[in-house]
């Protein structure tokens, strides 16, 4: 019989995807694929709230995701080029949207594809030049999908609660800083 098995380990500093295909499971005959080294252990939560927070943006100011992140357990930073800082209105609703998109409880599931099989709507641009040929797509419920191979929630409701800090803008980029505080 033959399948194939996914699955993530770590091994300090770096993260790895395997892939074993070909898996005879009577002789335990395995070929493995690393699929793009990782070098960070992310907290799945705010990691996750990263990809609803850039998703949003992208819908309200259509900027795109974000090139500068740094995604942390009790902090988190993103940055995006906007042409005008948004209203304390536009904040509220940001955060609005993200805790209502937490309490649907949407599923966070994996595609394992091939670089010419990826939707036309997820861009590439962030993936390292020796990105394999095989990405992970991450979908967040039918709200979000991107290659990424960073480690994620089950779903929404995992990330709990999701608080803006504090926000900047300075020379043409807007900053969040924000919280996620598990339930």
Request: aromatic share 8%; hydrophobic share 35%; net charge negative.
């Amino acid at each position: 019989m033959q399948t194939e098995i996914q699955r993530e380990i770590s091994a300090f500093p770096y993260k790895f995807l395997l892939i074993y295909h070909n898996i005879d499971l009577m002789e335990n005959d395995l070929t493995t694929t690393i699929l793009n080294a990782h070098n960070k252990e992310e907290f799945p939560p705010a990691h996750t709230a990263e990809h609803l927070l850039n998703q949003t943006m992208d819908r309200m100011f259509h900027c795109g995701r974000s090139k500068n992140a740094h995604i942390e357990r009790k902090k988190s930073k993103i940055n995006w080029p906007l042409a005008q800082a948004p209203t304390p209105e536009q904040i509220e609703q940001i955060e609005h949207t993200i805790q209502e998109l937490i309490e649907k409880d949407l599923p966070v599931t994996y595609e394992y594809v091939t670089r010419d099989a990826v939707p036309a709507d997820v861009p590439l641009d962030k993936l390292p030049e020796d990105a394999s040929e095989t990405l992970r797509l991450v979908r967040i419920g039918d709200y979000d999908v991107c290659a990424c191979i960073g480690t994620h929630v089950k779903s929404t409701k995992e990330i709990g609660n999701f608080r803006i800090s504090s926000t900047s803008y300075a020379d043409g980029v807007f900053r969040i800083v924000f919280r996620v505080s598990e339930n």
